[in-house]
């Protein structure tokens, strides 16, 4: 009996607007429709009125958590039509801010993604975690998050000297905290057994769906424009690329959990490196032409196209969010699955719904349709956990 | 595969049904005919390995600028594939056939400058608010000339008319 189950009008975790209609068969999804464009709000077309100096503080506000990636990716797609090197100590800096935002944004979606599953103490503990690193890039930046550090030719301000043994301080309690984290995570069997094998995304769907950052990296997809299509200060530093094979939940939070120690392994080395100089080339108009800047965001590749007509601003500015690319792989890792893992897997894409969220449910047999709500959804996973820790306890399921 | 190899093969291919330029060591622009420009997609993203990316579109007062960007990851630059959609009725064959990520990059395009794309599977609005009128395409060069400031710079003057589709100063295709 089949039947559709819309969830939302929320996101269960994420609590932004995103509508899927789920087709099921009793408790098993068999095929998923999505629906974007919730919070569309023509960034795009706002940025052909605003001045090239201008734009980097507005696609700063297209995510609160990617408020350094957007920025950067514009700003290198500018660098790129003017065919420019911006000074050395501009691209460390520019590379610090990101890659701090990188460790939030994944500690984020860690806690958000223990909620879900009944781990509330994992929520907690990453909350506490990020909170020193947010201070840092306050004092960093003078902001939390929507930084205004980048600008066309380097950045808007120097990091001050006597803010760096505090930032280092920071990443070394920062990387015995995320070390803990992470073997909770690993080694936690319920984790496992609730995790693995659900919402797989396969390497030949990940190419064929344009999968992008840990989404696809879980699935072998090895990518990661970092290394790929270096930037600025990224081919002066050493680290890994994380990449797993199973393309399922357990792993995307694993290359996550992974990736932290390399940002933090990335920061450490700009701030060694960095030396004093200019933070900013003079760029005086911008021509006719061109450009096209990509940055590996937390959740994958952003892209941003800009054309020029010579004039004060942008003749078209496009702005991929990997977001856009990864939720309709949904399409794929989400058939098969059950109702009470749907919300997780959708999740677990790291979804960001400014850059684009709801659930429905049909039933293919009698064509009913329901809506489940923020709390039934999270209830539905937290009763699934609860029932595999019983099972544990009992005895009859094994790692 | 190496830039000067994959150019060489488009060229072997489809001889003067298409351009190439490059602008810089990390971009190459290949600009195609309509008619053969799913194939180029295509051979790009199935027999040179490339990786599918995402597609824009600039809108001039003749025709809409498609273009979709296929990156070459292990030899770090991106080719970029274009083709000109003619108006009044800009119409372009589906590659989301072929690469299904294309799905809703060629729903936005549609619904954004009314390019319609030929067996595409779904060619519903992917963006728009119940609320926004089915014939309105908010990004087309007409709608926005409706629209005295979205034509003007902050000095008065217009803004160019010369830039979309057509080659810039001795770079691009």
Redesign the interface.
């Known amino acids: 009996m089949v039947k559709k189950v819309p969830i939302g009008p929320y996101h269960p975790i994420l609590e932004e607007p995103e509508f899927f209609e789920l087709h099921v068969d009793g408790e098993r999804v068999i095929d998923i429709d999505i629906t974007i464009g919730w919070s569309h709000r023509g960034i795009e077309l706002l940025s052909e009125h605003k001045t090239w100096d201008q734009v980097p503080f507005l696609v700063e506000r297209v995510c609160g958590i990617c408020s350094a990636s957007h920025p950067f990716a514009y700003v290198k797609a500018v660098d790129d039509l003017l065919g420019i090197e911006v000074p050395l100590r501009a691209q460390y800096i520019r590379v610090i801010v990101a890659e701090l935002e990188r460790i939030h944004s994944h500690l984020l979606w860690t806690g958000l993604a223990g909620h879900f599953i009944g781990y509330n103490t994992v929520f907690m503990w990453t909350w506490k975690y990020r909170e020193p690193l947010l201070d840092v890039i306050e004092a960093i930046t003078g902001n939390r998050n929507h930084y205004a550090t980048y600008r066309v030719g380097g950045v808007r301000r120097d990091i001050p000297q006597e803010e760096i043994p505090n930032t280092l301080k920071m990443l070394d309690q920062l990387e015995k905290n995320n070390d803990m984290l992470t073997k909770a995570i690993l080694d936690d069997p319920v984790i496992h057994a609730r995790t693995k094998g659900i919402g797989v995304l396969p390497t030949d769907k990940c190419r064929l769906y344009g999968a992008l950052g840990p989404t696809a990296r879980a699935g072998g997809y090895n990518i990661d424009s970092r290394r790929d299509h270096p930037i600025d200060a990224y081919d002066k530093v050493d680290f890994n690329v994380i990449v797993c094979e199973n393309g399922d939940v357990f792993d995307k939070a694993v290359v996550r959990q992974l990736e932290n120690f390399e940002s933090i392994k990335i920061i450490r080395q700009c701030l060694k490196q960095m030396e004093p100089g200019d933070i900013c080339a003079e760029i005086h108009e911008i021509p006719p032409g061109e450009g096209i800047g990509v940055y590996e965001a937390p959740r994958g590749e952003v892209l941003h196209y800009v054309r020029s007509d010579g004039g004060n601003t942008p003749l078209r500015h496009k702005i991929r969010a990997p977001s856009f690319n990864n939720i309709l792989t949904n399409e794929v890792s989400v058939p098969g699955s059950t109702i009470a893992d749907a919300g997780l897997i959708t999740a677990a894409v790291d979804p960001c719904y400014s850059c684009t969220e709801r659930v429905g449910v049909v039933d293919r047999n009698d064509g009913g349709r329901w809506f489940l709500a923020e709390g039934d959804l999270i209830r539905l996973s937290q009763e699934k956990t609860e029932e595999i820790r019983k099972r544990f306890a009992r005895g009859t399921e094994s790692t | 595969m190496e830039r000067e190899e994959v150019k060489q093969k488009i060229s072997e291919k489809f001889g003067d049904r298409v351009r190439i330029a490059e602008?810089?060591p990390?971009?190459v622009y290949v600009y195609a005919e309509n008619d053969v420009w799913v194939d180029l997609a295509a051979f790009v993203f199935n027999d040179l390995d490339a990786?599918?990316?995402?597609g824009?579109?600039?809108d001039d007062k003749d025709g809409v600028e498609v273009?979709f960007?296929f990156?070459f990851?292990?030899e770090?630059?991106?080719l970029?594939v274009k083709t000109f959609a003619k108006k009044p009725k800009p119409m372009l064959d589906s590659i989301s056939n072929i690469?299904?990520?294309?799905?809703?990059?060629e729903r936005e395009i549609f619904e954004m400058y009314e390019v319609t794309f030929r067996n595409h599977p779904d060619l519903r609005?992917?963006?728009?608010?119940d609320t926004r009128p089915v014939d309105y395409y908010?990004?087309k060069r007409e709608v926005k000339d409706e629209h005295e400031?979205?034509r003007k710079?902050?000095d008065g003057t217009e803004?160019?008319d010369e830039?979309?589709g057509k080659p810039?100063?001795g770079?691009?295709p």
């Not at chain 2, 990786?51 to 995402?54: C, G, H, I, L, S």
């Not at chain 2, 690469?99 to 990059?105: D, Q, T």
């Not at chain 2, 609005?125 to 608010?129: C, F, G, K, Q, Y």
């Open positions: 602008r810089s990390k971009r990786r599918f990316d995402t824009a579109a600039v273009m960007f990156p990851d292990a770090h630059y991106y970029t690469i299904p990520g294309a799905k809703w990059i609005p992917v963006l728009r608010a908010p990004a400031t979205a710079r902050d803004r160019a830039v979309a810039l100063e770079k691009n």
